[in-house]
């Protein structure tokens, strides 16, 4: 079956960058789209970017295009979530999902920006 | 564009309630709408794909719909249970973009 494994929480300093992956497993990787997911606290669930693999090009939702950088390595079957520059309102869990209708999730990855 | 939803609903155990999902731009019926529940602590799961299936597991009690007359699809749960108590999301997509619904809390009374 779809499994999609993330990476653990993360604490970062305001400032620095961090990388969140997501490895599927029981699915046409390179074919398939992954798009990654913010939640911040007490919020709503908001869309990012996807990326099909096999096309290795991102697109991302215009509010995070300045932030994220969405990539893959098929050889591992990993997606990564590239956030740069943090700030306290990138604190929030980060979801990966899988298709085009968010047919599986990933578990999420919790990230607080705290100096 | 933009899906709206009720920012809150509630019912009793055994009743039926039921969350819209409007969008605001574009019809409905151009794309797929997706809804998914997420209780607390825990990522969301599939409920509705493709405006009214439901993936294996699902209970019937779940169902999805449609009206391109209001522009909205909405989600309807019959049966109320306590564990239903929950946040529902509906999303869908449109030219490489895709967008999800500000959530909606069901309280179960």
């Known amino acids: 079956q779809v499994q999609l494994v993330q990476s653990g929480a993360e604490v970062k300093n305001p400032g620095s960058s961090l990388r969140v992956s997501c490895r599927a497993s029981?699915?046409?990787?390179?074919?398939?789209?992954f798009h990654w997911v913010r939640q911040a606290p007490r919020q709503g669930l908001e869309w990012m970017g996807r990326?099909?693999?096999?096309?290795?090009?991102?697109g991302y939702a215009q509010k995070f295009k300045d932030k994220v950088t969405i990539s893959a390595d098929e050889s591992i079957q990993t997606v990564y979530l590239d956030l740069s520059s943090l700030t306290s309102d990138d604190t929030a869990v980060y979801f990966c999902?899988?298709?085009?209708?968010?047919?599986?999730w990933g578990p999420g990855t919790r990230v607080t920006i705290s100096s | 564009f933009v899906l709206t939803q009720p920012p809150s609903v509630s019912g009793s155990p055994g009743k039926t309630i039921t969350i819209s999902c409007t969008r605001s731009s574009g019809s409905i019926g151009r794309n797929f709408v997706q809804w998914y529940q997420q209780r607390p602590g825990s990522a969301p799961t599939t409920l509705i794909f493709e405006d009214k299936r439901r993936p294996s597991g699902v209970p019937d009690r779940f169902s999805g719909s449609v009206d391109t007359s209001s522009n909205s699809a909405s989600l309807s749960i019959s049966g109320l249970e306590a564990e239903d108590e929950a946040d529902y999301y509906c999303q869908s997509y449109h030219d490489d973009s895709w967008v999800l619904g500000g959530g909606t809390r069901l309280t179960v009374l």
């Open positions: 999902a899988r298709g085009d209708g968010f047919d599986n």
């Open positions: 029981g699915v046409s990787f390179r074919d398939d789209r």
């Open positions: 990326i099909i693999p096999a096309l290795g090009s991102a």
